[in-house]
């Protein structure tokens, strides 16, 4: 259940651990927990970790530790961006501290990857922030959906990681005067899936404005919708996809240097 991808700003997954449960609204129609009940009959990779409601599946909260899967990035010999735990949450508060240590050592020793860890369990990240040791090739980000947890940014530039960014996706609403001082990257997309809330452009286009102004790369991944491909991911005419590309000290609160600003949508 790990390997290539077509998420657009990583390359590859890997899934050490399995199984999630909801925190905030961003979660309400979780990608991963309808992928995940495709998988969860008996003797499959998610069993017990779903359950089917009038509503649509939900994870049951349990989560399973895949030991197998610790040294699947050192077989990769080709450099990657891996997304870590796109079908889990590697902070999840019943994944065990010893576990996630073990997590980023192998992380620290598949040095030739890029590593990007994303978490809505700010809190949790914080607590273990100093037991857990930070490889420079490891980024670590944030969800956010909401003004109502922008305050989760604030406690990422707390983090020692050589990278920081934010996911803001589903993007649920504006969010106005983002503090971007210690952050390295964003990036930005609508929901999509069965029950897709809508997303304004001006609250896309805000972001973008306080990213260029604050030389933060954007990378603007999708309008979303219940049919995402047809609605694609072009704003005001081109495809932003920066990246960063320089790799700050780990201390420093300074801007990363950016890739190409965007694309046409022509090109």
């Not at 954007?218 to 609605?231: A, I, L, R, T, Y």
Request: proline letters at 8%; hydrophobic letters at 40%; charged letters at 20%.
């Amino acid at each position: 259940m790990s390997g290539f991808t077509k998420i657009e700003w990583t390359q590859a997954t890997w899934n050490p651990t399995r199984g999630c449960s909801p925190v905030s609204p961003g979660c309400e129609n979780c990608y991963a927990v309808r992928f995940a009940r495709r998988f969860s009959g008996a003797g499959k990779p998610y069993e017990g970790l779903t359950e089917s409601t009038p509503e649509g599946p939900v994870w049951t909260g349990r989560i399973r530790l895949v030991e197998e899967a610790l040294d699947l990035p050192l077989r990769w010999r080709v450099p990657r961006h891996v997304f870590v735990d796109s079908m889990s949450d590697l902070f999840h508060e019943r994944i065990p501290v010893d576990f996630i240590q073990k997590v980023f050592r192998t992380m620290g020793e598949a040095s030739w990857h890029t590593f990007q860890v994303l978490t809505k369990r700010a809190a949790r990240l914080h607590q273990l922030r100093s037991v857990l040791p930070w490889p420079r090739n490891v980024w670590i980000g944030i969800s956010i959906e909401s003004s109502e947890y922008a305050w989760r940014a604030g406690i990422l530039r707390d983090v020692p990681g050589a990278i920081r960014f934010l996911s803001i996706e589903p993007l649920l609403g504006p969010i106005p005067n983002i503090a971007l001082d210690g952050i390295h990257w964003v990036i930005v997309g609508g929901e999509s899936g069965p029950g897709a809330r809508p997303m304004d452009v001006d609250w896309v286009r805000q972001l973008r404005d306080d990213c260029n102004e604050s030389g933060v790369p954007f990378f603007f991944k999708q309008w979303g919708g219940v049919h995402k491909s047809k609605n694609g991911r072009i704003l005001d005419g081109q495809i932003w996809e920066e990246m960063p590309v320089h790799i700050p000290k780990a201390t420093s609160t300074d801007s990363c240097l950016i890739g190409p600003r965007c694309r046409s949508a022509n090109a």
